[in-house]
């Protein structure tokens, strides 16, 4: 089945510094990979996600980028502000099994 | 739009009791559901999924079981709770396998 790796599992930036996590993903039939943060007490919100059929996605200050030959995707955060700090948790889907989740990154912005 | 709603909040149960968390859906028909449970400061574990109404598969054995008794119903038990059982309970639905899905706000339940 499929696996998910993500790394780093903590990350602290400074306030608006940039912050970058990376994800790999093990099945090449896998076609859809989202993003989610989790802020502390509450459950996981979508912020972007992304289809096999296309290399990069942006949505203000975050984005994703998909590298299909390397198995392997990315969150971009710019501009990171303190209200940025959370879990963000990445995930992977071949369409017709549940998401596979990542372990999760545990983000700091230290203002 | 759609909503998700998870209750209760917050739980607190004895060792051996049993437990029933719900988990209802608004504003849309025959979603996939799933239950998840996250350990602190861990992943996110999914424990059962349903794609329709009776319908149920276990990802890891344990000690709780779910039901799907009506479409957009989706109920997690446990005849007898044992102090491992403790975490953050999340439910989550979506459109299907490859689409977002969507999480409550998580039952936070404590064994003692």
């Known amino acids: 089945g499929e696996n998910v790796e993500q790394h780093p599992s903590t990350l602290s930036v400074q306030e608006g510094d940039s912050a970058v996590i990376k994800c790999t993903y093990s099945?090449?039939?896998?076609?859809?990979f989202p993003w989610y943060k989790q802020e502390l007490g509450k459950g996981p919100q979508l912020i972007i996600d992304?289809?096999?059929?296309?290399g990069e996605k942006k949505d203000q200050r975050i984005a994703v980028t998909l590298n299909k030959t390397a198995k392997h995707f990315s969150l971009h955060i710019t501009e990171t502000q303190p209200e940025d700090s959370a879990v963000y948790f990445c995930?992977?889907?071949?369409?017709?099994?549940?998401?596979?989740f990542g372990k999760g990154t545990r983000l700091s912005v230290i203002a | 739009s759609q909503t998700i709603h998870q209750w209760p909040a917050t739980l607190v149960q004895p060792v051996g009791s049993p437990l029933s968390l719900e988990c209802t859906v608004e504003?849309?028909?025959?979603?996939?559901l799933y239950w998840y449970r996250q350990a602190a400061g861990r992943g996110l574990q999914l424990l059962f999924y349903?794609?329709?109404?009776?319908?149920i598969s276990s990802e890891v054995p344990q000690n709780l079981s779910a039901s799907r008794p009506q479409d957009r119903q989706f109920i997690l038990s446990s005849k007898k709770l044992l102090l491992s059982d403790s975490g953050f309970y999340l439910c989550?639905?979506?459109?299907?396998?490859?689409?977002?899905?969507?999480f409550g706000d998580g039952t936070r339940l404590s064994i003692l």
């Open positions: 989550a639905w979506a459109q299907h396998y490859n689409q977002p899905q969507h």
């Open positions: 099945d090449s039939a896998s076609n859809y």
């Open positions: 992304i289809r096999s059929n296309v």
């Open positions: 995930a992977a889907s071949r369409g017709n099994t549940p998401l596979v």
């Open positions: 504003g849309t028909s025959n979603p996939n």
């Open positions: 349903s794609v329709g109404i009776g319908q």
